[in-house]
């Protein structure tokens, strides 16, 4: 059974950090391109961020390069983000997504449940 769960989402003040983690089982983790997503409420879900394990290649969306990094650790099958320097309009609900082809896309392979990431002002 394929599975990726996310953790690490929670309420920090603007200018803090939190660090998502994203377990995946079930499926050969590095032929997959892991991504990580967000859906703000009334808004469409966005690509945030992706990297193929494969090669460590990276993607990040305009709104959070200089302040988000994701990395990979094929050991454990985990892809982490570490988000730096929140922002209000940072807040949103994350999703980890892996595809065998491309991301981000809206049609990932996999999709995790998600992690509320709420930031105040």
């Known amino acids: 059974e394929v599975q990726l769960v996310e953790s690490g989402g929670g309420l920090v003040q603007a200018g803090g950090s939190l660090r998502l983690s994203c377990a995946a089982s079930g499926f050969t983790f590095d032929d997959y391109i892991i991504g990580w997503f967000r859906q703000a409420p009334g808004k469409e879900r966005e690509g945030v961020s992706c990297?193929?394990?494969?090669?460590?290649?990276?993607y990040y969306t305009n709104s959070v390069k200089g302040r988000f990094t994701i990395s990979s650790d094929n050991a454990k099958n985990t892809v982490y983000l570490q988000m730096n320097s929140l922002k209000p309009e940072d807040t949103a609900v994350y999703y980890c997504a892996a595809d065998l082809r491309s991301c981000p896309s809206y049609a990932m392979d996999y999709w995790g449940k998600g992690t509320l990431v709420t930031v105040s002002s």
């Open positions: 990297i193929r394990s494969s090669d460590g290649s990276t």
